[in-house]
């Protein structure tokens, strides 16, 4: 996923949601020490801020340079760029070495990797006893039944831009492997259905979906996904563009622990 948010990096910050904060709380309690957690595919720090409410030191990595000047400071976070070229050693040692974090979180990201790799550094990195890897994501959205339909379309129209890899979200983790003993949220194949409620502007709304991959990948064709006349029909079943809507995001989450 080397360079494949770089262009809409300011987008991203601005609109992707936050997480609850009882996510970060339900994992904190499973990890029996706090030390060091490791939050994969940071991007603007969103999870990281999150997690370091309950660690004592949280290392954000990203393998997107444009990504991390976006990220928001923190002083319990280091953020560290780590390129492709990395090789597997060099990461464990960047982190902290083998057995040393006692929490792994992947906030909308894990579907870009290459998992046996990754899976390979996690089992490494993790304690054991007691680490534990959160990944999670959202996929659809329930605004109101004048908007959702609308939504649908739009969201319809993304399809054929979508990168292959991220069929994953579409099935909400049902089909992404996750080799981890289960720790009570979510098992491979079973992911634990989160609901994630927000207030947001139209704007944010918007912004939101001029981060995505498709949209940015249609443009770069020469298709305008988000059109004037789109944005104009979403701004309508809205009702208006100041205003504010409570909307639920549905998130979904697997967590585990290595298997001994």
């Not at 030390?35 to 595919?41: C, E, I, K, N, Y």
């Not at 000047?69 to 923190?74: D, E, G, S, T």
Request: overall charge negative; aromatic content about 12%; some cysteine.
């Amino acid at each position: 996923m080397a360079g494949r948010f770089d262009k809409q990096a300011g987008f991203y910050a601005d609109a992707r949601p936050t997480y609850p904060t009882e996510w970060y709380s339900m994992l904190a309690a499973l990890t029996p020490h706090h030390s060091l957690a490791w939050d994969v595919g940071t991007g603007n720090g969103q999870a990281a801020i999150g997690v370091a409410e309950h660690y004592e030191q949280v290392i954000g990595t990203d393998v997107s340079e444009a990504q991390l000047k976006l990220a928001m400071p923190h002083p319990r976070i280091r953020y560290l760029h780590t390129p492709l070229s990395m090789t597997d050693d060099e990461l464990v040692a960047l982190i902290g070495g083998e057995n040393s974090v006692d929490l792994v979180t992947v906030a909308a990201a894990v579907h870009w990797f290459e998992l046996p790799k990754f899976y390979s550094i996690v089992t490494r990195l993790l304690k054991k006893p007691g680490g534990v890897i959160a990944v999670w994501a959202y996929h659809d959205m329930v605004v109101s039944p004048t908007f959702d339909p609308i939504l649908k379309r739009f969201l319809d129209t993304l399809l054929p831009y979508w990168d292959p890899k991220i069929k994953g979200v579409y099935d909400d983790y049902k089909i992404l492997p996750f080799p981890f003993e289960s720790v009570g949220i979510g098992c491979e194949g079973k992911p634990q259905q989160l609901d994630m409620p927000k207030e947001v502007s139209l704007e944010k709304f918007l912004n939101m979906f001029r981060s995505w991959s498709p949209v940015n990948t249609a443009k770069d064709q020469g298709v305008d996904l988000l059109s004037e006349s789109v944005v104009k029909e979403f701004e309508s079943a809205w009702g208006g563009p100041t205003l504010v809507r409570s909307i639920i995001f549905k998130g979904f989450m697997l967590a585990g622990k290595v298997r001994l």
